[in-house]
């Protein structure tokens, strides 16, 4: 994998973002500030200006643009968190021009870390962890079960996984009884909601394995 399919994958997930934006933003109407698909939105298309007039050199420097970017141009919750997981992976895969399907997993547990440590949140506490993190594990047991690194193939099927756990993820979020965040504030009324920021990563990780399956 190289800037080429780094910078689609960016691509995918802005056009992604775009298609969904109202379906994210009614999802942070119930339980937040309602803003979340449009601040999203706004963040990705500067995002895609910026790739334009940039043209970073490999993969590590365009994630680490799209963070910065991000953490720019994105208000609230939204901005930092993504931001910090699309910088902290994209320093994680430093000046590599290819990126094999484990690198891609070290660098996706490092971009979780910099999640988990900005926001405090784990598993279990409604936010987009709970898509990010089994996410993050997928890809490391299909890194373990074996397949050749170097087939698109076995590669687009690892990160399919990785897609499948966060979609799953984000729908187990709806039970749930927000503990961080605006939603925290509603207390058991949180309760029957899919979390926006975990809705929003199943589809950034799902234009990761559409592309991948190119």
Do not use: C
Request: aromatic share 4%; proline share 4%.
């Amino acid at each position: 994998m190289d800037v080429a399919f780094f910078a689609s994958w960016i691509e995918e997930a802005a056009r992604t973002v775009s298609s969904d934006r109202e379906r994210l933003t009614a999802l942070d109407a119930a339980i937040g500030d309602a803003d979340h698909g449009t601040n999203l939105d706004r963040g990705f298309t500067a995002v895609a200006h910026a790739l334009g007039t940039a043209d970073p050199a490999t993969p590590g420097a365009l994630l680490t643009l799209v963070g910065t970017t991000l953490i720019r141009k994105v208000g609230g919750a939204s901005g930092p968190l993504y931001g910090t997981f699309f910088r902290e992976t994209g320093k994680a895969l430093g000046d590599d021009a290819e990126v094999s399907v484990a690198r891609l997993h070290t660098a996706l547990q490092a971009g979780l870390a910099g999640v988990r440590a900005l926001g405090s949140a784990a598993e279990g506490d409604k936010t987009m962890v709970d898509a990010l993190a089994p996410a993050v594990r997928a890809l490391e047991e299909a890194v373990r079960d074996g397949g050749d690194p170097a087939d698109p193939t076995d590669a687009a099927e690892a990160i399919g996984a990785a897609a499948a756990a966060a979609r799953t993820g984000a729908e187990s979020t709806i039970p749930l009884q927000a503990r961080k965040g605006r939603a925290s504030y509603l207390g058991p009324r949180s309760v029957g909601h899919e979390d926006p920021g975990a809705a929003s990563t199943a589809l950034i990780l799902a234009a990761l394995h559409a592309v991948a399956t190119r």
